[in-house]
Structure formats: C-alpha cells, structure tokens
C-alpha cells in the first residue's frame, strides 16, 4: 500500500485531511506534506536546506502536534517550508522518539506559488489511530 494523503473539507478558516500509511515515519511524512501543500505548491520548494527536527512524546498524538506545530514555527520564524521528509518515528518503554531531516528552502514570494497561511494545527478532529496494518491520522489546520 503507498502512503497517501487527502484533504476532505475546506472551509475559509479550516482545513482538514487525512493521512494513511503502513508505518509512523510514512504517516508523519504524509501530515508534513499535507500542511506544506496546503501554504505552497511543493514542486517550487527545492529541497536545498537540511533540517533536523526532533521529539519525544509518551502520546502518539501529541508527538505528531508538535512535529506539525514545529513546521509551523520553521515557516514563521525562518520563513522555512519542506518538500521531503525523511521520518523515523520509534517506540521505547511507552516513549514516542520521532527523528525527521525535512528538506526544503526559505520562501521566495516572486518565486514561490503560495496558497493559504496556516497559523495553527488543532486538536479539534485530531487523531493518529492503527486499523489493522495501517496507521491513519485526521488533522485540522486552522487558516
């Protein structure tokens, strides 16, 4: 099965999608897609800078809000957006570590073709859940 991603409403101030994927690390790479997506078309981000970002979390969820928070705070601060992931996310006595190098460049306005300005992920819908082999989550990103 290949990881995939999907948006499922779009409201003027709310954007929510689900995610899917045969392991945490493909999962996490899918939501940090679908939140750079939604501000810019990935094909113009260059994956130029490598950046570490790291987590540690005893909530699954809550491991993956930072992460995506941690996006958002790249992307306000440095003017950093990603359009590749590499993810690893592991396990250890009831701990969630998560290790991702995101690639990607300072956002060039002339350059860039930007969407929309997510100023934050919610907890409103949230959920990172394993039916079966596969691991889904459910994002909202407030607009």
Known sequence: MK??????EEHTADILFQAQ???LGELF?????????????????????????????????YLLFDFL?????YKDS?????SKFEVDVQEKDGVYSLSCNAYGEKLNPKKHEQ????????????????????????VLIDI
């Open 115 to 138: 969407k929309v300005d997510v100023k934050a992920i919610t907890m409103h819908l949230f959920e990172v859940k394993k039916e079966g082999k596969l691991w889904k989550a459910q």
């Open 3 to 8: 990881p995939f991603r999907k948006y499922l």
């Open 21 to 23: 994927a045969e392991t």
């Open 29 to 61: 790479e899918q939501c940090a897609l679908a939140v750079e997506e939604s501000q810019v078309e990935l094909d113009g981000i260059k994956p130029k800078k490598k950046t570490l970002i790291t987590g540690e979390n005893k909530n699954l969820d």
């Open 69 to 73: 928070e941690d996006l958002l705070v």
């Open 78 to 82: 440095e003017q950093l957006l990603f």
